[in-house]
C-alpha cells in the first residue's frame, strides 16, 4: 500500500487540538447512553482527522503500541513512525474499549504525543512554512530591489527603517570573520545590544572555530534583550573590503538559513524552535558597497535554494562556475583564463 504522505497542513491540523485538551477542567464526554459514550464535538474531530490514512501504522501491534503510548521517555525520542503507531493505537483502541478515547485523553496520553509531534514536525516541515524573514534596510533602494524579485513570497516582509524597530527573535549581523562590531550595521547593533554581544561573538569564534568564522559559516548568540533575544553573525567579509565579483552575499544569507534549519543550541534545542521570525539587512551593501540589485539577486538565491529547498547539484564544473558568476553578473566565462 502507498503511504499518504502527511504534510505541515495535517501537522498542523492536529496540533490545532493540543490547546483545548490541556484544560486542566476539560471533560471530553457529554453523557452516556447505555453503555455507549457521547464525545465532546472536538474530541470526534481529532480522532476523525488522526484516523486518516496519512496517520494509520497499518501494521501496528497493538500490544507494543499499548506500551509506547504508557512510556513517556519513549514518547519523548519518538519519531515520526513511532507517533504514527501511537496515534493508530489511540485512534482504534475505541472499537476494542467503549471510553477509550476519553481514557488517553484524560490521563494525557494524546496531549504528550501531540507535543512531541509539535517537535518532531520541524525535522520534515520546509523552512518556509514555519520561518518568516523579515528584509530590512534604511537604504529604499536596497528595500526596492528585494520587492521586485521577493515580493511573491509569502513568507517575505519588507521595513523600509531601522532593523531594531522590527518584531522578530532575531537579527543578522553581517559582520567579519573575527567578530569586530564596530562599524556599519555592526556599530548600530553594539550600540543598540551593548558591547557584550560583540564579546559573546568573539569568543564564540575564538573557542568555537578556531578564531575565524568563515564566509559562509554563521552562528547565534544571546542578546538579553527583551524584545530581540539573538543575534545571528554571519560574515560577509573576512575583513572589511569591497565585495565586487564575489558571491558573498549568496554565502552568508545561505548560512544564516541554514543555521535556522539544521542548527542546534547549547542545550541541543533546535534552533528552529526558537526562532520564527528573523530581521536581515541589506548583506554587504554597507562597506561592502554591493549594489542593491546584486544583493537582492544572491539573497534570492540563497533563500529559494534553503526556504524552498529549490537546489539542484550542478551536473558538471563549467556548470558550477556559470551559476556562481550569475550570481554578480549578467555574463560569465571560464574563470581559469
Sequence with gaps: MNETPITYEKIKALLAFLPGFSRPDRVYIQAWQGMQPIYEKDVIDFFTLAGESCWMDFHYQPEAAGHMVHDDDFIAQADLPAIKTMLTFC????????????SMLTHGRVQAILRRLDRVHLLITPLSET???ILADVQPHVVQAWQQLLADKPYVTFHQGSIFDVTCDALVSPANSFGFMDGGIDMAISRFFGWHVQERVQTLIRETYHGELLVGQADIVPTDHA????????PTMRVPMILTETVNVYLATRAVLLLIRHGRFPDNTRIRQTI???AVPGMGTGVGKVPPAICARQMRQAILEVMEEQTQFPQTWAEAQQRHQLLYGDTHRDLQH
Aim: proline content about 4%; charged content about 25%.
Design 91 to 102: 485512534v482504534r483502541g475505541e472499537r476494542f474499549s467503549d471510553g477509550f478515547w476519553a
Design 227 to 234: 524584545s530581540i533575544p539573538y543575534v545571528i553573525t554571519a
Design 276 to 278: 520564527r521570525r528573523v
Design 131 to 133: 520561518l518568516h524573514l
